[in-house]
């Protein structure tokens, strides 16, 4: 059994995690949680967990600091965030797993099998080690989103997107500057591509740019507008989860 301690400024976010995890995850306990940082690196240090979900962004001290003071350090580290940033490209090429709220399901599991496989191999803690020197010394990035066409790899800004259309095994991609480009890749492809904090699931068929979106109309089978005035479906099984991210 996985022993685990979740850690985040926001209760909400605690227990939805929480839920995510007795729902649809076996084999991994929560053993504690914490909202207070100097409470978590007591918890952490006196329980001795197998793995630890840190939310980065706290106001008095952030998942760094933290990090940096704990003295209990063999567990694995799972990351997660409403936002992506150059410390997160440094976790993933330490082999850190990070989760983007909300939480998906699907990548949960992922890090959590990771999690099992370290504890059989007893290698828990061994990445983390090398994470906490890319802390103190962070290095800059390239921030532009990378798309591979047919033929050309082009950089984009973020904002530059305005959505994503799925279209079978391809997908349609949307810029502000009215120009349109397809990958030959699913839209589920495209999505772990970009991961980009900017950028939500409203629908089976549509990634949209948050920054882009305009109205959100409840009414005639709900809907987004977004700035260039092209109309957008919403799932109904994303309405809610949508809502608490554009007005929070």
């Given at each position: 059994m996985?022993?685990?301690?979740?850690?985040?400024?926001?209760?909400?976010?605690i227990r939805s995690l929480k839920w995510e995890i007795e729902s649809f995850c076996t084999g991994i306990e929560i053993t504690d949680s914490f909202t207070d940082p100097l409470e978590a690196i007591n918890g952490i240090n006196y329980i001795k967990p197998d793995c630890v979900f840190l939310d980065i962004e706290m106001p008095e001290m952030d998942g760094f600091q933290l990090l940096e003071k704990l003295q209990f350090r063999d567990f694995d580290l799972i990351i997660t965030t409403a936002y992506n940033s150059y410390a997160l490209k440094a976790f993933k090429e330490n082999a850190i797993d990070y989760l983007l709220k909300p939480v998906d399901t699907d990548d949960l599991l992922k890090s959590i099998a990771k999690v099992k496989k370290n504890k059989e191999k007893n290698i828990l803690g061994e990445e983390l080690y090398k994470i906490i020197e890319n802390i103190?010394?962070?290095?800059p990035t390239f921030n532009k989103i990378t798309l591979s066409l047919s033929g050309k790899t082009i950089f984009v800004n973020p904002n530059e997107i305005l959505y994503c259309k799925s279209d079978g095994n391809y997908t349609e991609i949307y810029f502000n500057s009215g120009q349109k480009e397809v990958l030959s890749k699913k839209l589920k492809d495209v999505e772990?591509?970009?991961?980009?904090?900017?950028?939500?699931?409203?629908?089976?068929?549509?990634?949209?740019?948050?920054?882009?979106?305009k109205e959100f109309v409840k009414?005639?089978?709900?809907y987004l507008v977004i700035e260039n005035g092209v109309t957008i479906p919403v799932s109904r099984s994303k309405r809610s989860a949508l809502m608490e991210l554009l007005t929070n």
């Amino acid at each position: 059994m996985i022993k685990a301690i979740i850690v985040d400024d926001e209760l909400t976010a605690i227990r939805s995690l929480k839920w995510e995890i007795e729902s649809f995850c076996t084999g991994i306990e929560i053993t504690d949680s914490f909202t207070d940082p100097l409470e978590a690196i007591n918890g952490i240090n006196y329980i001795k967990p197998d793995c630890v979900f840190l939310d980065i962004e706290m106001p008095e001290m952030d998942g760094f600091q933290l990090l940096e003071k704990l003295q209990f350090r063999d567990f694995d580290l799972i990351i997660t965030t409403a936002y992506n940033s150059y410390a997160l490209k440094a976790f993933k090429e330490n082999a850190i797993d990070y989760l983007l709220k909300p939480v998906d399901t699907d990548d949960l599991l992922k890090s959590i099998a990771k999690v099992k496989k370290n504890k059989e191999k007893n290698i828990l803690g061994e990445e983390l080690y090398k994470i906490i020197e890319n802390i103190s010394t962070p290095k800059p990035t390239f921030n532009k989103i990378t798309l591979s066409l047919s033929g050309k790899t082009i950089f984009v800004n973020p904002n530059e997107i305005l959505y994503c259309k799925s279209d079978g095994n391809y997908t349609e991609i949307y810029f502000n500057s009215g120009q349109k480009e397809v990958l030959s890749k699913k839209l589920k492809d495209v999505e772990q591509m970009i991961h980009n904090a900017l950028f939500y699931r409203v629908h089976n068929s549509y990634l949209v740019n948050i920054n882009q979106i305009k109205e959100f109309v409840k009414s005639d089978g709900q809907y987004l507008v977004i700035e260039n005035g092209v109309t957008i479906p919403v799932s109904r099984s994303k309405r809610s989860a949508l809502m608490e991210l554009l007005t929070n």
